[in-house]
Structures are given as structure tokens and as C-alpha cells.
């Protein structure tokens, strides 16, 4: 009577956190020597759902023959979402101990709709606050002004809560225009997330 032993399986790494529209990473393996080549079966679940959203991308896998979970996730709401994948080894037929991986995904960076102003020459604008509807981990923002003649830098010096009031500026004889976009970023558990620039 020949015994197998039970089937073990380790993921690397143990847990992961990434952006909206990237691909998981986690390797599996095991230190059980059976006769049977080991496989891999998982089930998914969404463990924690974001604020306004969902999760997809994530599936099943019950055929046994991958080693790697390799899944694109999307996070459509505004605040981090989780996915657990429940893994089960197998010696053959006979199933070891299953283990849970947490994969966290970030939302993209977002940042709330900001007026236009029209301001006169010598006068001050408006001070813009920046705000996002995201409501977990740290959105931070820059800005780029492709036409500093207006009195405004040409971009912020690092990380940018808003854009303060300034002297309005206009040396010609007709109206001038600086575009100013602004891109946020998404941060949390390590890694940062470029949203869509307004």
C-alpha cells in the first residue's frame, strides 16, 4: 500500500497590492515530492469591495495546470478593493492544506472637476483647492502651465494640495490663455496609481 503525502503549497508573495488594470504576480510551489506531478486549483472571491465599484477580472482555476496566477484586475469604485484567491494544492488526486492570498487593488488617481477663470490683467485669481472622491490610502496631485506669461509657474514644485491666488499677468494687447493640468496619483500600500490628468 503505497501512502502519498499530503500536497503543500507556498505563494510568492504571500499577499499583493497593485493598480486598477494591472496583472497579478504570484508564484506557487511546494516541497512535497509525490509520485503525481503537484497542481494548483483556486477559487476567488471579492473579500473587501470598494466604495462605488466592484472588482473583475478575477477567476476560478480548476484544472490544475498553472503554477502562476496571472489575472488583470480591475477596480471600478473609489476606494481599495480586495480579491482573495483560496489555493489547494494537489499530490494527484489527494489535496493538501489550502492557503489564502489577499491581493489589494488600488482605484486609479482621480481629482474632482475644477473651474475655468477669466481674470484681468493685475488682478488676482481664484485659489484652486484640489479635492478627489476617492476615499482611502493618499491622493497627491502635480500640475504643468504650458504658458507661464499668464504669472503662474510653468509647474508645481513637487506634490500640490491646490494652486494658490496669484497676479494675474498680460503684456500684449489680447487675451492670453494657460492650459494647467493637473494629474493625480492614487498611493497606498506602496504602490502609487497615475490617474487621468484634467
Known sequence: VKVEPNATVSATPASQVICTGSSTSINLSSVTVGTSPITYQWTTSILTAPNGGTITGFSNNTTGNLSVISQI?????????????????????????????????????????????????GNQSTSIVFATANTTGTTTYTWTNNNPAIGLAASSSGNATGILNFAAQNTTNAPITGTITVTPTFTNGGISCVGAPI
Open 73 to 121: 484586475l480591475q477596480n471600478t469604485g473609489t476606494s481599495i478593493g480586495v480579491v482573495r484567491y483560496t489555493i489547494t494544492p494537489f499530490n494527484g488526486l489527494c489535496a493538501g492544506n489550502p492557503i489564502n492570498v489577499d491581493v489589494t487593488v488600488n482605484p486609479q488617481g482621480r481629482i474632482s472637476a475644477i473651474n475655468n477663470q477669466t481674470v484681468c490683467n
